[in-house]
């Protein structure tokens, strides 16, 4: 029987330590779930071990199949062009299939809900609180409209209205998308940082909550179980086709 292909999890990296502990408790908490699966950690800058380091030593152990799996919540520049590039220069001998990133997914807002509750807010507060999704920011436009059409949905789902905005590249900012919501009459605002992991714009996010005195600013995504799932899913769902090509 052909063993199961390596995750091999591939982060941007970041200066900020946070980042590169998030991402390894985000790993941990995917081999808790699934233990029967070999995880391995990449980083794209910044951090190692490399994406190319990870893949030479997984072809000098006489590994064959790994599903690369871009940690992204959008289909941006990185997960279209970076990190492609990057696999097409691994060893010769390794397959190699690119799973899809993680967003959007119903796992990834109900991780929003928890960090949301985890920050204060209960679901009796849903109707009279605003909500402002904060991502990272893009300047790819279908990466604007997933945040958006995000938004859109997750309103329906009790909250007095939920608004999109990004730390860059994009607008609105952060604390005018607070702002709107006071306008609009939302007793309370919170803000859901859209993103995995602590840095440079997870803390301008938290700025702008802070600038427009949002009642709450949740977690960042992190290593919430729901992501785990997501990132489990996305493996299994790119390991599925890998066997099928390799049989057909």
């Known amino acids: 029987m052909r063993p199961s292909p390596v995750l091999l999890v591939i982060a941007h990296g970041s200066r900020d330590p946070r980042h590169a502990a998030t991402v390894h408790a985000l790993v941990g ?4 779930q699934r233990p029967d699966v070999r995880v391995e950690t990449a ?19 006489g590994v064959r199949d790994v599903v690369a799996l871009p940690l992204l919540l959008t289909r941006a520049f990185h997960a279209k062009a970076d990190i492609p590039a990057v696999l097409r220069e691994a060893p010769r001998g390794l397959r190699i299939r690119q799973a899809e990133v993680l967003g959007p997914d119903p796992l990834l807002v109900s991780a929003l809900e928890r960090r949301l509750y985890e920050a204060g807010l209960s679901p ?5 609180t605003g909500v402002v999704l904060a991502s990272a920011g893009s300047s790819d436009p279908e ?11 997750w309103r329906h789902t009790g909250w007095c209205a939920v608004r999109p905005a990004f ?49 709450v600013l949740a977690d960042v995504l ?7 799932q997501v990132l489990i899913e996305r493996y299994e769902a790119a390991a599925v086709r890998e066997l099928l090509a390799i049989g057909a």
């Open 29 to 32: 908490e995917v081999r808790a």
């Open 43 to 61: 980083f794209l800058d910044f951090n190692v071990p490399s994406v190319q380091g990870v893949l030479e030593s997984l072809a000098a152990e």
């Open 124 to 128: 009796a507060d849903k109707p009279t």
């Open 143 to 153: 990466a604007i409209a997933v945040i958006a059409e995000i938004a859109r949905e």
């Open 167 to 215: 730390a860059s590249a994009s607008l609105p900012r952060t604390e005018d998308a607070v702002r709107e919501l006071r306008a609009l009459g939302c007793e309370r605002v919170a803000v859901a940082p859209y993103v995995l992991a602590p840095g440079r714009l997870p803390d301008r996010i938290a700025a702008g909550a802070d600038a427009a005195r949002a009642d």
């Open 222 to 228: 992190g290593p919430a179980p729901e992501v785990a």
